[in-house]
């Protein structure tokens, strides 16, 4: 039973438990929290899938199995066990493809930037590229890049600059990149009749929001919408983190909607831990008791 019970809420939380919290609007008032929220669904998942394979498992080792459970059962079992571990070997090897294309990728867009860009007042890793569409976006890694178009430069006021600016590097101060990168990796190891991509579009989302509430600190609402706006339509290149897209309407609407909530922001970090503890709680603690008998029975 406890093998059925993690595999049916590891299937919940890469499918509907995603699908329903994407459609929440309540994230807007707590990007914070609910970043930290989805991680802990996504690690929820990863062990629960894991857990619900390890108790398979532990049955399989036991003696005379196949006799109780009989043939059909048993290879219910076997099968179970090795999807958890092509899952397990699908997210190894997920998160070494999504991380080396990902790095090559910022690597040859960071030299051709490099190439082609000419520094903008002795300011360290901000390229402006000769290009009349404005664009704005940051190349994250160790030798990170701000990059801005001349048509950024022509359009945007002082102030508008200062936001876009601010938002950039908010994005490469907290390597929002790699909690991106965390998540394209789980979306391509889980098998795609159960995976869901609402996890990645909403993580998406809100690392901009965590961006946008960096720049309004330093500039206010009005600025930093009015830059939005300006960059919206200008391409992303792949691997890149930028202040336009298709995000840009949702979150200029949320920079004059109610300010971010402490209660909703409380409530969701609650939720994570619960989220995260429970499946642990409820696995480690069988474990550990069969430990306990298994210790006792050898010492008596």
């Not at 939720?271 to 696995?283: D, I, K, M, R």
């Amino acid at each position: 039973m406890s093998a059925l019970t993690f595999a049916v809420l590891a299937l919940a939380l890469v499918g509907p438990v995603p699908a329903v919290l994407a459609r929440a609007s309540w994230p807007l008032r707590a990007p914070r929290a609910a970043v930290v929220l989805w991680q802990s669904i996504a690690a929820a998942a990863v062990l629960s899938a894991f857990s619900a394979g390890l108790a398979v498992g532990g049955r399989l080792l036991v003696t005379d199995e196949i006799s109780m459970l009989g043939w059909p059962l048993w290879l219910a079992h076997v099968l179970t066990f090795a999807v958890t571990l092509l899952i397990g070997a699908r997210l190894f090897a997920a998160v070494l493809q999504v991380g080396i294309a990902t790095r090559r990728r910022r690597a040859h867009h960071r030299m051709l930037v490099d190439l082609l860009g000419d520094p903008h007042g002795g300011a360290n890793g901000l390229r402006v590229l000769r290009v009349s569409e404005p664009l704005a976006y940051c190349l994250p890694g160790v030798r990170s890049r701000v990059v801005l178009s001349e048509g950024t430069l022509a359009a945007l006021s002082l102030s508008e600059l200062h936001a876009i600016l601010r938002h950039e590097r908010a994005h490469l101060r907290a390597r929002h990149d790699l909690v991106l990168e965390a998540f394209v990796a789980l979306h391509t190891a889980f098998p795609r009749f159960v995976r869901s991509g609402s996890a990645l579009h909403a993580v998406s989302l809100l690392v901009e929001l965590l961006a946008d509430d960096a720049a309004v600190r330093t500039t206010g609402p009005g600025p930093l919408a009015r830059a939005l706006v300006a960059c919206a339509s200008g391409p992303i290149p792949a691997g890149a983190l930028a202040a336009g897209g298709p995000t840009t309407l949702v979150r200029v609407r949320r920079l004059n909607g109610r300010p971010n909530s402490l209660w909703l922001s409380f409530a969701a970090y609650t939720a994570a831990a619960a989220v995260l503890v429970v499946p642990t709680v409820a696995f480690a603690i069988p474990w550990l008791t069969e430990l306990h008998r298994l210790f006792l029975a050898h010492y008596h």
